[in-house]
T-cell receptor, first 109, second 113 residues
Framework: GQNIDQPTEMTATEGAIVQINCTYQTSGFNGLFWYQQHAGEAPTFLSYNVLDGLEEKGRFSSFLSRSKGYSYLLLKELQMKDSASYLCAVRDGDYKLSFGAGTTVTVRA | NAGVTQTPKFRILKIGQSMTLQCAQDMNHNYMYWYRQDPGMGLKLIYYSVGAGITDKGEVPNGYNVSRSTTEDFPLRLELAAPSQTSVYFC????????????FGPGTRLLVL
């Protein structure tokens, strides 16, 4: 099985930056994903890392270190609409996705 | 494209009843998946399919059955509902197993009393 850990909750102010960490232990590795999930809705894809380094997409960036089993999602210039749960998911050697429990981010005015 | 659609959106079942959760996609995706999401927990894979006629178990398959007679449809069957099956069920699809992301349906919220 897989072991994926991420903080349960984080709070930040509008306009600020928040970093959500994710550590994982898996049997085989074929990529790490970040999804955003608003309350009562389906997860939506944010980012994908398969090689070490930083991937930037507008206000969102994701970093991966395969040797450390570590990733983070960086949310910049926070907006109220960024209040959501952020799910870290790892694709294993059999190409199956395993999800962390999610980090609930609350953005305050 | 409607993407991935699921019906019903919400259902209440009594213990021992059976039901089928419907999932359809119109993106001609080969791979389809069923997950359940319990409060405060990550999504867990129930069953998946790599194409019509082929299905396989995921992490938590007990109490569920699936079939894949067409590329578009991937229904999930609960034969004898139990309170432990109270959850939100998401269906997802992808064109290939290496594709960067799976696309999720809106979910079915199931309550078993």
């Amino acid at each position: 099985g897989q072991n994926i850990d991420q903080p349960t909750e984080m709070t930040a102010t509008e306009g600020a930056i928040v970093q959500i960490n994710c550590t994982y232990q898996t049997s085989g590795f074929n990529g790490l994903f970040w999804y955003q999930q608003h309350a009562g809705e389906a997860p939506t894809f944010l980012s994908y890392n398969v090689l070490d380094g930083l991937e930037e997409k507008g206000r969102f960036s994701s970093f991966l270190s395969r040797s450390k089993g570590y990733s983070y999602l960086l949310l910049k210039e926070l907006q109220m609409k960024d209040s959501a749960s952020y799910l870290c998911a790892v694709r294993d050697g059999d190409y199956k996705l395993s999800f962390g429990a999610g980090t609930t981010v609350t953005v305050r005015a | 494209n409607a993407g991935v659609t699921q019906t019903p959106k919400f259902r209440i079942l009594k213990i021992g009843q059976s039901m089928t959760l419907q999932c359809a996609q119109d993106m001609n995706h080969n791979y389809m998946y069923w997950y359940r999401q319990d409060p405060g927990m990550g999504l867990k894979l129930i069953y998946y399919s790599v194409g019509a006629g082929i299905t396989d178990k995921g992490e938590v398959p007990n109490g569920y059955n699936v079939s894949r007679s067409t590329t578009e449809d991937f229904p999930l069957r609960l034969e004898l509902a139990a309170p432990s099956q109270t959850s939100v069920y998401f269906c997802a699809s992808s064109y290939s197993i290496e594709q960067e992301t799976q696309y999720f349906g809106p979910g079915t919220r199931l309550l078993v009393l």
